[in-house]
């Protein structure tokens, strides 16, 4: 998976946009003023520290509190409609630095596991985060196990929850899911494939995950999101000897569209060398 870096961030941009006077409820001052914000003000906090720093970050899809660590510092999970999961931790000293860590790579509290609380919070968490109604537990009962928390975050926030439902071969079926793929810069040959999930950060994370398992972190970019869809990737090779010249993408309501699209691309993009081939790698809906 390659070292996990940890990113250093600047803390002005939480403070400097109009936080309101918040009342000391956690004993870490940038907490506090974080909590005094609605849900949408929190949000808008953190998608401005990620693009600061040069993260992308066009929205923030999923903001989750973890809690405090016996030191008071606050950790803060997110995920971004185009970037993430990560965790972010903001000591308690006043103008401290927050840090960036990826989600559960690594150890310690700063690294997650994400989207679950800590096992050992600071006294006074509790009365600061309120739990999950009980709506939101039955809603995200059919999600699996690995993704429930993620999902109660949503749900708490006031995010819509897809249900299960059976996964189909055409876009059709698929309403209300979701499938993304990744890939590396070619020459590699990574890539990383979701589709017909019904939770979009996991068909997100799951495509991230297959694809830097092979080309190591950082290394992976979105090729293809396709929502209610299905997707297709395609690969020019060389011969001899065999390598990965270029992809293409291809999306459809059905695979054979997806495919037919993709082999175009490819084929069109390759069209004056005689010593290409365009290669489906995988497609699905």
Known sequence: ??????????????????????????????????????????????????TQNRYACAEVTVLFQAGLDPRRTAYWDLSCRDGGPWRIAIPAERWATPTLNACGQGAGPAAGPCFRGLANNAPGLAAAAAAPPASCRTACDSQPQSLQNACLARCASGSTIQASAPVGATAAAVRGRFGFIYTAEPPSTAFGFSSGKTDRLAANMDAIRACEAVAGRNQCRVALDFPNACGALVQALTTPPVQVRRLASGVGQTREQAEAQALNTCRLAEAASSSISCRIAISGC
Do not use: H, K, W, Y
Request: proline residues 4%.
């Open 1 to 50: 998976m390659g070292l996990i870096r940890t990113a250093m961030l600047a803390l002005g941009v939480l403070l400097a946009v109009g936080v309101p006077e918040a009342r000391a409820q956690t004993g870490n001052p940038t907490n506090d003023a974080l909590l005094a914000r609605n849900e949408a003000g929190r949000r808008e906090a953190f998608r401005s520290l990620l």
